[in-house]
Structure formats: structure tokens, C-alpha cells
């Protein structure tokens, strides 16, 4: 089986973010950038059918150079090779776009994202992807099983689980739950120099306009200081005379 796993390199949560262009713009200055933590959910997955099953790993992601470090970090989680396609990433279905070029001419049987990114929480490429394929596609799954070509993918629905069956080839994008939080993986020595001389493709992108832009953003109100209250006659003040809400 030929897995492949879409990887967005995003901002790490803890990042102050900041605007330019008069805030249409995301500054990218002293960003650190991390694997979107959907995608780690998928990678250690397909980590787990290359060690049961026999596997092909490859992770390809879609931005300029900058994302490498990403698919250096996949490859020494264990990915056998990777795929940088040169675009820049400017909208959901620009991204799936480029990847379904690069995935028509390769047969991959497996292809798995991450339910969404955390910088711009689009969810469009996975399901803009098996569109542009036709290809099967569960979303947000928290469980995936593989016999020859037949899949089983659950998800959490209200109150539940959803069991759904399909088969390959698919898109199938994962979320938290996906493998326990414990066996998401962690490169170690041995992994970052072997990742080193595994091979890292650059594909040109194809010509694709983006069907939106950004117009502006707006970060959320800076939250106001605390107040300490001692006894409950403060609190009670405080509440009616302050905050004017008894
Ligand atoms: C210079 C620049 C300009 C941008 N301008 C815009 C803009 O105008 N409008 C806008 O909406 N966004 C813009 N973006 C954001 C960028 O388009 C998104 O990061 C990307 O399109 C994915 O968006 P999404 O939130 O829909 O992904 P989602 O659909 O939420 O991602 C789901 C999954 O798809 C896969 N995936 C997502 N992105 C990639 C990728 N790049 N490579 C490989 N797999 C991926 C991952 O597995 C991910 O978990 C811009 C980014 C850059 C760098």
C-alpha cells in the first residue's frame, strides 16, 4: 500500500501572531513553525501500517522552502521520502489543486490529511482533494483500519461513534484520537540523521489562481486585568458598581 500524507507546516499555538498590510496580511517574523497537530495524528498512523502492514510512507506538503523543516521532521518520524511542491500555499483549493496534479500521476492508495489546519481552519483541502480525484473520502476520523483494499473508518458523531465502511483509493482525514496521544511520535537521533540522506523531492507547482484572499483580520480583545476580591460584600461591589452586572 502507498500511503501518502498531506503535512501543512503551521504556527506553533504558543506564537504571538501579528498582521501586516493593514491586518490583511499574516507576519511570519519570529513564527515558530511546527507540523499541524491533525497531520502528526495521520503521519503516526501511517507509521503504524508501514511497521504492521508493509507500507510506503511519502509526505509532500505545498509552500516554498521554508516548510522543509516539516517534512524533515516527517521524514525523521519515520517517512520514507518526501515532497515539496514550490507554490505558494494561498487558498484550500489552490493547495488541493497542486497536490491532485502531483497524486494523478503517482498511484498513491492511501492518502491522509489532517481534519483541518490550526492557522487558517479552512477543512477544505481534504475534501476539495478526493473532489478533484474522485476518490473515497472520510472526514475526521478517529479510527482507521486497512484490509487489502477495503477500509473502515470511525468518527465521533453526537452522543457516539460513526463506523463507515469504503475503499482505497481514499482520502481520509484524521484528528485527535486517530492513534493515543501517546504514540504520536517523536523524532529521535537516530531518525534526524537517517532524514538527512532520505530523498526530498521539489516539484514546480502548476498555474492555479486562488478563488479567495484574504481581506482583513482581527485578532480578539486583549483580555483585561484581574481583580482580586476578599470577601464576598467586595465581590458583591464590585459586580454591581464595576462590572454593572446585578
Ligand atoms: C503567502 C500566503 C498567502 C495566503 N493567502 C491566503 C488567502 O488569501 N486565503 C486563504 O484562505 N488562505 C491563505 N493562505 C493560507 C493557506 O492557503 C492555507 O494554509 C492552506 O490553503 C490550507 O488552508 P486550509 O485552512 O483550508 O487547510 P485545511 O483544509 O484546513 O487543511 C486540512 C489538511 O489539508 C492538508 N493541507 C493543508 N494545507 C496544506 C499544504 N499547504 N500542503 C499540504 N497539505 C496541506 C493538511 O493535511 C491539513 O491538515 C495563505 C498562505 C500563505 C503562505
Known amino acids: 500500500m502507498k500511503i501518502l500524507v498531506c503535512i501543512s507546516h503551521v504556527p506553533d499555538t504558543t506564537s504571538k501572531i501579528n498582521f501586516t498590510a493593514e491586518n490583511a496580511e499574516f507576519d511570519s ?3 515558530q513553525f511546527v507540523i499541524n497537530p491533525y497531520d502528526e495524528f495521520s503521519l503516526a498512523r501511517a507509521m503504524w501500517f508501514k511497521e504492521k502492514q508493509g507500507a510506503s510512507v511519502t509526505v509532500i506538503t505545498v509552500g516554498d522552502a521554508s516548510t522543509e523543516p516539516s517534512l524533515r521532521k516527517s521524514l ?5 521520502d518526501a515532497i515539496r511542491i514550490d507554490a505558494q500555499a494561498t487558498d484550500g483549493i489552490t ?6 496534479e502531483v497524486i494523478k500521476s503517482n498511484a498513491y492508495d492511501l492518502i491522509l490529511t489532517g481534519r483541518e489546519s490550526i492557522d487558517y481552519n479552512g ?3 481534504p475534501g476539495a482533494l478526493a473532489t478533484l480525484l474522485d476518490y473515497n473520502f472520510i472526514n475526521a476520523c478517529v479510527g482507521l483500519e486497512i484490509e487489502g483494499t477495503s477500509v473502515t473508518a470511525s468518527k ?3 452522543g457516539g461513534t460513526e463506523t463507515l465502511g469504503t475503499e482505497l483509493p481514499a482520502v481520509i482525514a484524521g484528528q485527535k484520537g486517530l492513534v493515543e496521544e501517546k504514540d504520536l ?3 529521535n537521533m537516530r531518525g534526524i540523521m537517517m ?3 532520505k530523498p526530498l523531492q521539489v516539484l514546480p507547482g502548476i498555474e492555479a489562481t486562488s478563488s479567495t484572499k484574504d481581506v482583513s483580520f482581527e485578532k480578539p480583545a486583549e483580555k483585561s486585568a484581574c481583580k482580586i476580591v476578599t470577601s464576598v460584600d467586595e465581590l458583591i461591589d464590585v459586580l454591581h458598581n464595576e462590572a454593572k452586572v446585578i
Open 29 to 31: 517574523n519570529g513564527v
Open 76 to 80: 525523521a518520524i519515520g517517512a520514507d
Open 95 to 100: 493547495v488541493a489543486k497542486q497536490l491532485a
Open 123 to 125: 477543512a477544505t483541502v
Open 156 to 158: 465521533e458523531i453526537d
Open 185 to 187: 511520535r517523536i523524532p
Open 195 to 197: 532524514a538527512r540522506k
